[in-house]
């Protein structure tokens, strides 16, 4: 019963940690499939459009990097939680949803709508993209919270069990 107690004190005490390794990890790694897939193996858009091709690609590749970077960063936030025994698989997933759905929503409407430095895709009807993108973008936000509401109720139901075999 001792290491169980731990094992909730060690999740309890880096919940905010957990919950941030999940949305740096889901921002970079959405950020990362954006990047690789639209546009660099369909060659939708590139990160700026609104000018040369070359400063395109060089925009391209300072968004690859800040996604590699998030990426990197929330993985060593994670590895350091498993070090420290409070890793915590329910509220990192519920950040990374978290993350990678407000990265997406961002991109699809402050960039996409408000800036308009590039679209999802060019010379077709966009409506249809811009309708997946954002829906899936609020659908991941949405299972993201959910996640973390129930880790958090989860928390205290241990909590509760741990002070009543006290």
Avoid: C
């Avoid at 936030?77 to 070090?83: F, G, M, P, S, V």
């Avoid at 679209?119 to 249809?128: F, G």
């Amino acid at each position: 019963m001792a290491s169980k107690t731990i094992h909730w004190e060690n999740r309890s005490a880096f919940a905010q940690r957990n919950l941030w390794a999940g949305i740096l990890f889901g921002l970079g790694f959405v950020a990362f499939i954006d990047e690789t897939v639209f546009h660099q193996l369909l060659h939708w858009h590139k990160f700026y459009d609104k000018s040369t091709v070359a400063v395109g690609l060089v925009s391209d590749g300072l968004f690859h990097a800040f996604s590699w970077f998030a990426t990197v960063g929330g993985l060593y936030l994670a590895a350091d939680l498993a070090r420290r025994q409070a890793f915590w698989h329910k509220m990192f997933w519920g950040g990374k949803l978290v993350g990678g759905g407000a990265f997406q929503l961002y991109d699809g409407t402050i960039q996409h709508k408000l800036m308009r430095i590039h679209q999802i895709r060019y010379n077709v009807d966009i409506l249809p993209y811009d309708l997946v993108w954002n829906i899936s973008a609020v659908l991941m936000i949405l299972i993201g919270v959910l996640l973390i509401s129930s880790a958090r109720r989860n928390e205290r139901v241990a909590k509760g069990a741990v002070i009543n075999a006290s």
